[in-house]
C-alpha cells in the first residue's frame, strides 16, 4: 500500500512558460509485513510549461526518510505533467513524480501518480 502526498507547492510565474516556487512533497508506504518507510522532499523548484497542457518540474533541497529511523539527506524531485482544462485559472492535472533522497549510504526513492490543482 502506498500513498503519495500531502504534496504542496507554492510560487509564482516568472513568465508565460516558466514558474519558480517553493515545493513539500512525499511518499509514504506500508508493506504487507507491518513495515513503514517514507520519503520527502522540500526545496525550490522550477515549472517549465512544453505546451498549454504539459509541464515539467525539477527540484532540489533537502529530503528525510524514514525507514525505522529518520535520515536527512540532499534530495532531487522530478515531476511531468498533463493540464485537463488549460483555458482556466483552475487547472486540474496529472503528474507522475520521482522524488531520490540522498542520506547515508542508502537512495530512497518515492515515485508517485499524483492528482493536482494549480492557480495559474
Do not use: C
Amino acid at each position: 500500500q502506498g500513498l503519495a502526498g500531502p504534496d504542496l507547492g507554492v510560487g509564482w510565474f516568472i513568465n508565460r512558460r516558466l514558474a519558480l516556487g517553493l515545493r513539500v512533497s512525499g511518499v509514504y508506504h506500508r508493506a504487507a509485513t507491518g513495515d513503514f518507510l517514507s520519503e520527502s522532499f522540500a526545496g525550490p523548484s522550477a515549472q517549465v510549461w512544453l505546451t498549454p497542457y504539459a509541464w515539467l518540474g525539477a527540484g532540489a533541497g533537502v529530503g528525510m526518510a524514514y525507514d525505522g529511523g529518520r535520515a536527512f539527506g540532499f534530495a532531487l524531485d522530478g515531476r511531468i505533467g498533463l493540464v485537463f482544462n488549460r483555458n482556466t485559472r483552475h487547472s486540474i492535472n496529472a503528474a507522475l513524480e520521482l522524488s531520490p533522497t540522498f542520506a547515508g549510504d542508502n537512495i530512497y526513492t518515492g515515485f508517485a501518480l499524483v492528482a493536482g490543482y494549480q492557480l495559474l
